[in-house]
């Protein structure tokens, strides 16, 4: 069977909203990189675990919803999604629209994530 990325991008989302974070790492390469306009650049699966940990420390009743999931190339995905959330410690809600283009190696595993906030946090 060949790789999906619309299926690859399904599991990913899918661990992300059950905070599933053994998954969520197993989903990086090591070398991984994450570029934000809300965080920022990660570089690395340690460093992006890190920022997803303290992220969920933050906002752990996050939801998300994907309006569009497509594949942009045989390796690659872009997702176009909605996040609500409230901040554990002040209370202030957090609304987030975006999308990103998620590009895996042939392995499956995530390589590159290039987010764009529509309404930067």
């Not at 053994?22 to 070398?31: A, G, K, L, P, V």
């Not at 994450?34 to 990660?42: A, M, Q, T």
């Not at 994907?66 to 995905?77: F, Q, R």
Request: charged share 25%; glycine share 6%.
């Amino acid at each position: 069977m060949a790789f999906d990325p619309v299926d690859a991008i399904k599991l990913f989302h899918g661990a992300i909203n059950a905070l599933d974070f053994e998954t969520i790492e197993n989903c990086f390469d090591q070398d991984a990189t994450y570029v934000s306009n809300g965080v920022g650049n990660l570089d690395g699966r340690d460093q992006i675990m890190a920022a997803f940990r303290k992220y969920f420390d933050d906002y752990p009743d996050q939801t998300a919803v994907d309006t569009l999931i497509e594949k942009v190339s045989p390796n690659a995905g872009r997702a176009v999604w909605s996040v609500r959330a409230t901040h554990s410690r002040s209370g202030k809600p957090l609304i987030r629209e975006g999308e990103e283009t998620i590009t895996f190696d042939h392995e499956g595993r995530v390589t590159h994530v290039e987010v764009t906030d529509y309404q930067a946090f």
